[in-house]
């Protein structure tokens, strides 16, 4: 039974209505990297970045599933073997397309972080400065996101998982944030077959064993096709 090894970023998202980092006009637009995606940002000026990340919780929130996270449920409940997403993307799509095996290494929207113990609670839809932790009741609750400059998360199991997989695929990713890009090159010493599923060429697409150009509605729904029907 095959292992297989998913890899999403936000171009899976951007048909949900889900904004990438190059959208004009979209959340990330309006703001620096730096002032919102780092704990530099954070800690000048937390009123913006909370507002910020409110502001994208709330979208996510809305955010219906789109045929690429379906099929790839699909895969998980459908493929006699092992189906692991791990997702660069903070919002919830792939649950709510009903995949239950996902690791999101930069953290989620759903969650809170308390930046001084570490606990963990379900953030509420619009969090506020200063709000104190449920657990050891300090003011220092943050987003649950990494941000630039921080470790990802699950990263251990990451790696694991990649060197045991005998497909690893790339789904909507740039391929220039690491450590994520790496992980086909991870993947591929380990031997495995990989795939990259994209609107445009990543940056990294020359490593990959097979590419499908096109809308992740319209070429994962294919690919995962032909996986259940080989």
Not at 65 to 76: I, K, Q, T, V, Y
């Amino acid at each position: 039974m095959p292992k297989i090894v998913i890899l999403t970023g936000a171009g899976i998202s951007a048909e949900s209505g889900l904004g990438t980092f190059r959208d004009e006009g979209g959340l990330w637009a309006r703001h620096r990297i730096e002032d919102v995606a780092t704990p530099e940002g954070f800690a000048s000026n937390p009123q913006l970045v909370v507002d910020f990340y409110n502001a994208r919780r709330a979208q996510a929130a809305e955010a219906s599933p789109n045929a690429a996270h379906a099929a790839l449920a699909r895969l998980e409940a459908e493929m006699p073997g092992d189906v692991l997403i791990v997702t660069q993307n903070v919002d919830a799509l792939h649950e709510k397309a009903g995949s239950q095996n996902v690791l999101h290494m930069h953290g989620a929207l759903t969650s809170a972080l308390c930046a001084a113990c570490e606990h963990r609670w379900n953030a509420p839809l619009a969090m506020t400065v200063g709000e104190a932790c449920p657990s050891c009741e300090r003011p220092t609750a943050r987003p649950d996101i990494v941000w630039f400059g921080e470790i990802p998360y699950h990263m251990e199991e990451i790696e694991a998982r990649l060197s045991e997989a005998d497909i690893f695929a790339a789904i909507g990713t740039s391929g220039n944030v690491y450590p994520a890009a790496g992980f086909v090159q991870a993947a591929a010493a380990y031997g495995a077959l990989t795939v990259e599923l994209n609107l445009e060429p990543s940056l990294v697409v020359s490593q990959f064993d097979e590419t499908y150009s096109g809308l992740a509605s319209e070429t994962v729904p294919k690919w995962v096709g032909g996986l259940l029907n080989a």
